[in-house]
């Protein structure tokens, strides 16, 4: 349930609406708007019978929200979410563009990378430390060394940095070290983990699950918003479907949906979603065109010889023609760059 409050609600009125909700049993949230101010009712699982809250003065309207998640709708915040990581802000106007490689794999790599993507204005340089990788086998990445040589590789080419947390045993190392905390396709239903990033202090890139639904997705968003950090990257990386022709299908359309359901801002990962250098560029123009607020893209130095997600990955003479191509877009679409 949202209560809008009227334009002129006085801060008794809000209270005594607050403390109605909360006599029923459930939380208020109060949300200042630049009107006015909407209060959410957070723990209920099904229809609350508003009699005791309708007759209360300052209140505009009732709406009964159905959807399963709440802080994560836009119901409950209509304006778009944006989130701010030092100079980049996903959610408004611009395109970030997050590189780096697949993992991070030695100091040289890394910086190798790092100098390259800032000389082309890149602000976000992304590597994996801990691997999820679906064979015991293949390479784990290099851990807390990883994370150490992504963190010093940004700092020393004025980059922010967004790498993965893939338990809570290793948590607290991600916080300390990265900008931006991933939440990898994997782990999208780890609702313990959810929880544990909801309380850390930097942001977090939810990927989707591998066959997770919208609702799904936004119900993990929930988890971590719930627990009190609003600031949440949605990514779309693609989903498993009964074709072959590719690594993982690119679920285009779930831009438009997010972001009439959500309020919060969606990225999309044109690597994982092909699996196939040939086809992020034209996956990044889609991305781009159809209203992403960015997108994730893997890149080395060397693509033949990484460690993990080679073919997918572009070199740097492909990052530049990917650049290209989006500013020509990116001019027509007037977004910045
Ligand atoms: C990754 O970003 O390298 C990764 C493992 O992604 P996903 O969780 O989407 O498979
Ligand atoms: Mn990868």
Known sequence: MLIVMRQNASEEEISAV??????????????????RTAIGTIGN????????IRGLSGIKEIIHVTKPYKLASRDFHPQDSLVRV????????????????????????????????????????????FKPRTSPYAFQGLGLEGLKLL????????????TEAMDMITLDDVVEYTDIIQIGARNMQNYPLLKMVGQASKPVLLKRGLSATLDELLLSAEYILNEGNQNVILCERGVRTFDTHSRNTLDITAIPVLKEKSHLPVIIDPSHSSGDRKRVIPLSKAAIAVGAHGIMVEVHPTPAKAKSDGAQTLDFTQFDLLIKELKMLANVLKVTL
């Open 45 to 52: 699982t099904g229809p609350v019978d508003d009699t005791a």
């Open 86 to 129: 030092d100079k980049t802000t996903f959610g408004g106007n611009e395109f970030p563009i997050i590189a780096g490689p697949c993992s991070v794999e030695s100091e040289e790599q890394i910086e190798s990378c790092a100098e390259f993507l800032s000389s082309r204005g890149i602000k976000l340089l992304r590597g994996g430390a």
């Open 151 to 162: 963190k010093n590789a940004g700092r020393n080419h004025g980059m922010k940095v967004v």
């Open 18 to 35: 607050v403390s109605a909700i909360e006599e029923l049993g459930f939380d208020a949230r109060p949300i200042p708007g630049s009107n």
